[in-house]
């Protein structure tokens, strides 16, 4: 059994959630639950949790104030939260789950696969997502990844270029290094365009400071600076053109 707590300070969402486990993942079982911060605490330092299901904005302080008093991360954060452009922003950034009010169970369900097919430490993508919150003002520097056997946290302005393969997306780096990555092209464009990344084509996402030439002919397409070709589809060609003479 997957060993779960509940922190919300909402009684009905915490019976609704508990509800949907029961219902749509019986092989989780509720450990305990907490209606605040402070109760929370108190809980997470008697039990061992494989899963914390964490409300945001509680009466008596937040989930990140919560997540501050412990010593270390070492379960499953899923957090629960209402509508937050920014929060959900950072949350994806960190590569940590969120869940909006009301949950839907299908989302639901998409944590908790992802849980038993990964069951990462969270403690470098809290440090990452606390990061982002703060740092409301400057373009995120790090993105955690997820590849099948761990999470990396990796330096931004070192992404070449991204490649879509299937719902899979296979990062390219100045160092050589590459990885795939359990997220589609689609995810990583809607993060990444603000940072300096166009999409070229279908299947590739570029980093523009690593653009070395645009070759017109052949039916067009970009060399960078680590060499490799990425073609540009017939409709964005316009768009790069103008893209690249505003550089």
Do not use: W
Not at 209 to 228: H, N
């Amino acid at each position: 059994m997957i060993k779960a707590i509940i922190i919300d300070d909402i009684e009905q969402a915490r019976t609704t959630l508990k509800k949907d486990l029961q219902v749509y993942a019986p092989d989780v079982e509720i450990i305990g639950e907490a209606n605040g911060v402070v109760e929370g605490a108190k809980l997470l330092k008697s039990l061992k949790p494989d899963i914390l299901f964490l409300d945001i904005q509680m009466q008596d302080g937040s989930g990140f104030d919560l997540l501050d008093i412990l010593k270390e991360i070492n379960f499953k954060i899923i957090f629960i939260t209402a509508s937050d452009a920014h929060a959900i922003k950072a949350f994806r950034y960190a590569a940590i789950d969120y869940l909006m009010k009301p949950v839907d169970p299908d989302e639901l369900l998409s944590a908790l696969k992802k849980y038993r097919e990964q069951k990462p430490n969270e403690s470098e993508n809290y440090k990452l997502l606390n990061e982002t919150l703060k740092n409301t003002h400057k373009p995120q520097e790090r993105l955690a990844l997820h590849t099948q056997d761990k999470i990396h946290i990796v330096n931004i302005r070192d992404i070449v270029r991204c490649e879509s393969s299937v719902n899979y997306t296979e990062f390219f780096f100045s160092n050589g290094k590459k990885f795939l990555v359990t997220k589609t092209l689609k995810e990583f464009e809607d993060l990444l365009s603000e940072q300096g990344f166009y999409r070229v084509h279908q299947s590739h996402l570029v980093n523009t400071a690593y653009i070395r030439e645009f070759v017109k002919t052949d039916g067009g397409y970009l060399i960078m600076t680590d060499g490799c070709n990425v073609p540009v589809s017939t409709r964005k060609r316009p768009e790069v053109v103008k893209m690249l003479e505003e550089l």
